[in-house]
């Protein structure tokens, strides 16, 4: 079954309730996380936040018949689910022949074996869903956060916090009151100072 | 101008309103301990006072510490770290009721509720706080109130800079974290938080000699003077909070010159210490001896090193002088 590995692309944590993981912040240890096909399709909380997630397909992991000594297939290399570095395309074993039309095979074999080992490459490292350079969510300070449309989307926050039914509610609380001079006057500081910055 | 000011922190909610010509503080223990139900009669004859929320008994405050103790369990903290978790929904409910004891209802509809929160901690991966700032507005919507987040160590600024015209070095070191900000003419200019407080001290040092962080924390708050320290605890601890003083120190430096190009003190300021683990004996002094040995290479000037007036609270103070200002 195919599998999707998901990252987290905000600077905050990301819960994805469905799937019962919360995706810590990018480049953070638990940003990533490699989910199956099924969950992958099922899960709303993928769909309502897949502008905050990078999502890529890793190939089908399947046990292979060992190759047979000396046959080197392409089937066996497909397999490879860690992404490796590129491997270089292999010289074709056809003996030159100076007739053209020869030649013209041999240069269409070599366009599709450069046409296979991209394919071979694109599976290699997951096929990424999503344009490439989609703009991300600028990094911002608490108050943007709160004040930026949209940006707190993929946060969960419960509907309501606040339990409404407490019974018995009788908590002790210490309580001490001051003198309002020092505080007044500090208030005072504050306005003159922020009157004169706007003048 | 109606306005209420509330400090969110690790060890206690505070919350200040202006009341019949004075400043009301009101203080609630941030613990809570939850207890079948079958417990309610025990409860109720030893006159501790609790809630009864979807079939469960809660015990909120400092006396959630007192019966944790009866039960000889840890009394469950709803902020950890200086944060709200995503994960204990549960504990959300309790911030809100805890709350909801201390801000009481709003005097007018939507009245301003400037409340803390923390920066993001340099020295924590991955360390946002969007989320918490995001709950406790919520939480605060719910109320009644219109929220508004503030910088924990701004509000010292504000409650205790007036004379340096709202400029200086505010550092409130609390139990999950220690917040500081760099504030010029009240705008914040550099803020940040470092992921150690009190409760780092009391872990480290109950590591050091073999025993339990709730036992450091009761030896640190039971009024012993750091810079005299006379039991292997002691010592410990008082290890630990030079420690983190230093650590403190050397941050502020590296993050005022990584920042260098974009800030300009040009006048000496003050540094405020504020927060209820500078309320161990003896920290104003080890923090001004500490600081000597840095001062030939701290790349502000500093005019003098102060504690808040009370540094239990100071940033609500700040909050509350912060929400009567108009918009």
């Given at each position: ?76 290399q497909?397999?490879v689910?860690?992404?490796?570095p ?29 046409k ?67 505080l ?11 009157k004169?910055?706007?003048? | ?12 909610f ?35 006072s ?79 706080v ?39 070095l505010g ?34 040092a ?71 683990t ?50």
């Amino acid at each position: 079954m195919p599998r999707y590995r998901i990252e987290n692309k905000l600077d905050s944590n990301l819960l994805l309730e469905d799937v019962g993981v919360t995706l810590s912040p990018r480049g953070g240890v638990d940003s990533i996380k490699i989910i199956d096909e099924n969950t992958f399709l099922k899960s709303r909380s993928i769909k309502n936040n897949i502008n905050y997630l990078s999502v890529a397909l890793l190939p089908d992991v399947r046990k292979s018949a060992s190759p047979k000594p000396g046959v080197v297939t392409k089937k066996s290399q497909v397999s490879v689910t860690k992404v490796t570095p590129e491997v270089p395309s292999r010289p074709l074993n056809i003996n030159i022949d100076s007739s053209p039309v020869i030649k013209n095979v041999q240069n269409q074999v070599d366009g599709l074996d450069k046409k296979v080992d991209e394919v071979i490459r694109m599976l290699r490292l997951g096929i990424t869903i999503g344009q490439p350079g989609e703009h991300l969510p600028p990094v911002v300070g608490t108050k943007e956060a709160m004040r930026t449309p949209g940006y707190a989307d993929p946060l969960y926050i419960p509907s309501s916090i606040t339990p409404s039914e407490v019974k018995d509610s009788n908590v002790q609380i210490s309580s001490q009151t001051s003198d309002t001079s020092s505080l007044d006057e500090a208030a005072e500081a504050l306005k003159r100072l922020k009157k004169a910055k706007k003048v | 101008m109606p306005g209420i000011g509330v400090d969110c922190g690790t060890m206690n909610f505070v919350a200040a309103r202006r009341n019949s010509g004075q400043v009301e503080y009101k203080r609630i223990r941030d613990a809570f301990i939850d207890l079948p139900i079958e417990h309610k009669r025990m409860l109720k004859i030893s006159n501790t006072s609790y809630m009864e929320l979807d079939g469960k008994l809660l015990v909120l405050g400092d006396e959630a510490m007192a019966t944790a103790n009866l039960f000889n369990r840890e009394a469950r903290r709803p902020l950890s770290g200086g944060l709200v978790s995503s994960r204990e929904f549960d504990a959300q409910q309790v911030i809100a009721l805890l709350l909801k004891q201390i801000s009481g209802d709003p005097e007018i509809p939507n009245e301003k509720c400037a409340y803390s929160v923390p920066a993001a901690a340099i020295d924590v991966q991955g360390s946002d706080v969007t989320y918490h700032s995001l709950i406790l507005s919520k939480i605060f919507k719910e109320l009644g109130y219109n929220p508004d987040p503030v910088n924990e160590a701004l509000a010292i600024i504000f409650a205790e800079c007036a004379t340096s015209n709202f400029s200086g070095l505010g550092i409130s070191y609390g139990s999950g974290m220690t917040n500081v900000c760099l504030s010029y003419n009240a705008m914040s200019a550099l803020e940040f938080s470092l992921g150690r407080g009190g409760d780092w001290i009391d872990n480290g040092a109950a590591k050091a000699v073999g025993t339990t962080s709730a036992k450091m924390c009761s030896i640190k708050e039971s009024g012993i003077d750091i810079t005299s320290a006379k039991t292997r605890e002691e010592e410990a601890i008082a290890l630990y909070v030079s420690s983190l003083i230093d650590y403190t120190i050397d941050s502020i430096a590296r993050q005022f010159v990584r920042a260098k190009g974009e800030l300009l003190v040009p006048k000496p300021i003050p540094i405020v210490v504020s927060g209820g683990t500078s309320l161990a004996g003896g920290f104003l002094k080890k923090f001004q001896e500490r600081f000597e040995l840095h001062r030939s290479t701290f790349p502000i000037q500093i005019s003098e090193i102060r504690a808040a007036s009370d540094p239990l609270q100071a940033v609500a103070a700040g909050l509350l002088i912060y929400s009567t200002m108009e918009d």
